[in-house]
C-alpha cells in the first residue's frame, strides 16, 4: 500500500516516520513509503521497497535460469502427471484451452 500521509501511516499499524525502515534500518523520515501486506505492519522508503522488488526478481529469474554451467532446478510444464503419477491429471487438454 502507498503511504502518502499519516492517516494512512497509522493504519499500517506504524506509528511515526522515526521508526526505522526494515531494508536500510534508517528512520522513514518522509513521505511516500510503502507498507508490506504479506509482514504487516513493516513500512518502507518507497525507493527501498522497489530495490527489493528487484533483489526478489533477480533472485527468481536467477533461480529459473541459472547461469552456465548450471542448468535449471526444474521445468514449468502444463502436465501434473510427473506430480501426481496416479492421481487426476490438472493439465487441459487443446480443446480445453479456449
Ligand atoms: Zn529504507
Known amino acids: 500500500m502507498l503511504i502518502l500521509n499519516e492517516t494512512q501511516?497509522?493504519?499500517t499499524g506504524a506509528t511515526s516516520l522515526d521508526e526505522c525502515c526494515p531494508y536500510?534500518?534508517?528512520a522513514l523520515g518522509a513521505y511516500p513509503l510503502?507498507?508490506?501486506?504479506?509482514?504487516?505492519?513493516?513500512v518502507y522508503h518507497?525507493?527501498?521497497?522497489?530495490q527489493?522488488?528487484?533483489?526478489?526478481?533477480v533472485d527468481l529469474f536467477t533461480?529459473?535460469?541459472?547461469?552456465?554451467?548450471?542448468?535449471?532446478?526444474?521445468t514449468l510444464s502444463a502436465s501434473c502427471e510427473a506430480?501426481?503419477?496416479q492421481g487426476e491429471s490438472y493439465a487441459l487438454n487443446e480443446s480445453q484451452r479456449d
Open 9 to 11: 501511516l497509522v493504519l
Open 24 to 26: 536500510c534500518a534508517k
Open 34 to 42: 510503502i507498507s508490506s501486506d504479506e509482514t504487516w505492519p513493516c
Open 46 to 50: 518507497a525507493a527501498c521497497a522497489i
Open 52 to 57: 527489493l522488488a528487484t533483489d526478489i526478481l
Open 63 to 74: 533461480f529459473l535460469s541459472p547461469p552456465p554451467p548450471s542448468g535449471p532446478f526444474f
Open 83 to 85: 506430480a501426481h503419477p
